[in-house]
C-alpha cells in the first residue's frame, strides 16, 4: 500500500530551526513534493526533490533519500508567518500526488 | 506562472440545491486538473482527476452523479455538487497539473485557493 508517516505536530522558537521528517512507501516514485498550507488556505508548493541529497531554496531547504524512503523539510531563521502544515507527498508511479496529514508547525515567540 | 483560480471563494447554500465550482488556469494550458476535498484537520481527499475533453475519473467512493466535472476547455475545469446536503460542506480545492515548468520541477500540481462550502 502507500503510505505517509510525519509527526502530527511540532513547535519551535521565532529565529530557531526546525526539520519536519517525512517517511513514505508509494507505488513508484517519481519525485517528492513539500508543499505548506495555512489554516483555512489551499497548499501551496515549496519544493521538490527527485534525486538522493539536499536541495536548498532560501531557508527552506529539502533531503531526500530514495533507498530508505525518507525526506526532510528544514527551515531556518523561523518566523512567525511560518506557522501552517507542511505536507510531503511523494509522487507515484501514475503521477499522482499521495497525501498525508501533514505536519502542524507551530512557531512560538 | 502556473497560477491557477477558483471561484467563487465561500458558498453558502440551502440543502437541496446545485452548487457549481470553477477552477481556471490563468497563464498556462492545463489538459489535466484534479479536485480535492479537504475536512477539518484532516488530509486532501484526492475526488477526481479531470482531463480536457473526456470523461473525469472518479475516485473509489466518489459519487459521480453527485459530483459532476465538466473540463471543455484546456483552461477551465467545473466541479457541480448536485443536491447538496449538510455533508457535504468542506473545503473544496482544484489544482492543475503543470509539466515541463521552466527551472521547476517536470511534473507538479499547482493549487487554487479553494472554495469552503456550506450547506444549511
Known amino acids: 500500500g502507500q503510505n505517509i508517516d510525519q509527526p502530527t505536530e511540532m513547535t519551535a522558537t521565532e529565529g530557531a530551526i526546525v526539520q519536519i521528517n517525512c517517511t513514505y512507501q508509494t507505488s513508484g516514485f517519481n519525485g517528492l513534493f513539500w508543499y505548506q498550507q495555512h489554516a483555512g488556505e489551499a497548499p501551496t508548493f515549496l519544493s521538490y526533490n527527485v534525486l538522493d541529497g539536499l536541495e536548498e531554496k532560501g531557508r527552506f531547504s529539502s533531503f531526500l533519500s530514495r533507498s530508505k524512503g525518507y525526506s526532510y523539510l528544514l527551515l531556518k531563521e523561523l518566523q512567525m508567518k511560518d506557522s501552517a502544515s507542511y505536507l510531503c507527498a511523494p509522487m507515484d508511479s501514475n503521477y499522482q500526488l499521495i497525501w498525508g496529514a501533514g505536519t502542524k508547525l507551530i512557531i512560538k515567540p | 506562472g502556473a497560477v491557477v483560480s477558483q471561484h467563487p471563494s465561500r458558498v453558502i447554500c440551502k440543502s437541496g440545491t446545485s452548487v457549481k465550482i470553477e477552477c481556471r488556469s490563468l497563464?498556462?494550458?492545463?489538459?489535466?486538473m484534479f479536485w480535492y476535498r479537504q475536512f477539518p484537520k484532516q488530509s486532501l481527499m484526492l475526488m477526481a482527476t479531470?482531463?480536457?475533453?473526456?470523461?473525469?475519473?472518479?475516485e473509489q467512493g466518489v459519487e459521480k452523479d453527485k459530483f459532476l466535472i465538466n473540463h471543455a476547455s484546456l483552461t477551465l475545469s467545473t466541479l457541480t455538487v448536485t443536491s447538496a446536503h449538510p455533508e457535504d460542506s468542506s473545503f473544496y480545492i482544484c489544482s492543475a497539473r503543470v509539466t515541463g515548468l521552466a527551472g521547476g520541477p517536470t511534473d507538479t500540481q499547482y493549487f487554487g485557493p479553494g472554495t469552503r462550502l456550506t450547506v444549511l
Open positions: 497563464d498556462f494550458q492545463a489538459t489535466t
Open positions: 479531470s482531463n480536457e475533453g473526456s470523461k473525469a475519473t472518479y
